[in-house]
């Protein structure tokens, strides 16, 4: 790239961070342990004894797969690899169905060599250039598959992308197949495609996380029912037509599938979002479109906005009506404490808490034969809490099937305690981000956005009174292990569990010791089944280790 892109790069990064927020994102950036991943890429593709025995591989359920490009002005070199990538496939039942609005040649020159060798590659000149989503749509009429995916027209697809892709639909219960939508981990390349970096390990379908933030997008394979059902990409939203495409989907019902695997290679270069976001700030304008009309859509009515973070959103779910809470802490002073804190904002425009308070040694059941409110408000001993910390939780809280709705636990020092929790197969409850200074944004922002997790910290929390009662609680286990029991249990009634960075809590102090073994023994034998499966909210190419979240497994 070349310096006076650099350039303008810095400055645009200058204008949205200012000078602090710039210095702390490069410190952060500098000491990722993300930086190796150039060195060690390899590590996460498949070797070639792995890639023939793909090719070999008989599915059960292999359908036509349109992959539908949307092309313009695309440079000889990446439209080369792009197409080299796609006929080394180790699936063979595809088809390219590239819709070309170039005002030049170019394109169709290259495209047309390489049919005289591949029957499988489809070219249509479009008459204008109808922006993203027409010529899109264009090609999705093009295409004769049972399912579709979508690529940008410079990037490259791993030789088993599509393998991997249909390998998952196989695994799909055969009801939801025909609405299925699957997507992959990534990583990022360079102009030449040689250097690999900033691999995007993601966890699987996570409601809150994607209504912030598309961490979705490529590579993405969705059913022909699908696109029907929604009617393809809608060109109000250029820009952001996958993400406003993606969540009408899961709208629609779909099944939302992942393979936590490296399978495609977001080209980096000056015309690219991955190359420089601040170049296309339309699209995160019509992001926000896309977010709020589907909040409305979902009877969960908000407002996004554009935050720094170019692609990540601040998502505010209306607050209307009363909202009868029932506080409750272990202590006099605690609950005199809390408020005072909260007073100030139980009136807002368009909203009234009503509260009681209760005391309670400990969160518990039974709390439901006294506490009268729609939604329980819990704080711990030792915490310092911001005083819209009930007002924010709650919001989350009473949007959709959310049941419990924690905070970020900080420490004296401002370093994580916990982001919410990660399990293993044995049980261990591993707190996300522990240790990372609370002032650093997180892999992926991680450490920023609200999003589904297994379990939270139960030092503050807002909890659906519906959800509670729904949930069989074990009074077997204490501190966090009760809290993760509850989630677990919610979960299975349909509840789910998130944590909300946007509420950073002060634990001002901590048992020594760690969480209970002998709780996680009984834990691990009473989830045995949900244990044994990879946490949904996390990624397994990443450690679970306390202090290492979010670094690449060895």
Known sequence: MNIKYQYNYVKSLLKRYGLKGLVLKTLERSRSPMLSYTDVYQRYLAGEEELNRQREDVLSFAPLVSIVIPAYETGEVYLRELLDSLTAQTYGNWELCLADGSKSCSVESVVKEYQMKENRIHYKRLTKNGGISENTNAGFE??????????????????GALYEMVKCLNEVPYDQRNLAMIYSDEDKIDSEGKVHSRPHFKPDFNLEFLRRNNYICHFLMFSRELLHKTGGLNPDFDGAQDYDFVLRCVEAGAYVGHVPKILYHWRIHEGSTAGNSADKEYAFDNGCKAIEGHLSRMGTPG???????????????????????????????????IKRQITPYLTGEGYKIKTEYLLADRLKKDILNRAKGDYIFWAGEHVTIPGDALVKLLSICGAGQNGIVGAKIL????R????????DREGHLIPSLKGLYGGFKGYFLHGVIPKWVSAVSFSCVVIKRKALEMAEEDLRFTGEYYGADLSFSMRRAGFFTVVTPEVSVILKSREKGGLNQEERKIFSRKWEKELSRPDPCYNRNLKLKTGYTYEMRE
């Open 142 to 159: 093009m295409a004769a598959g049972e399912f579709v995916a979508l690529m940008d027209h410079d990037d490259v697809l791993a030789p």
């Open 303 to 337: 407002r996004a906005r554009v935050t720094p973070n170019l692609g990540v959103y601040q998502v505010s779910y209306e607050r209307k009506g009363v909202y009868q809470v029932s506080v409750i802490a272990a202590s006099r002073e605690t609950l005199a404490y």
């Open 411 to 414: 420490d004296t020092k401002k």
């Open 416 to 423: 994580v305690l916990s982001n919410g929790y990660i399990y």
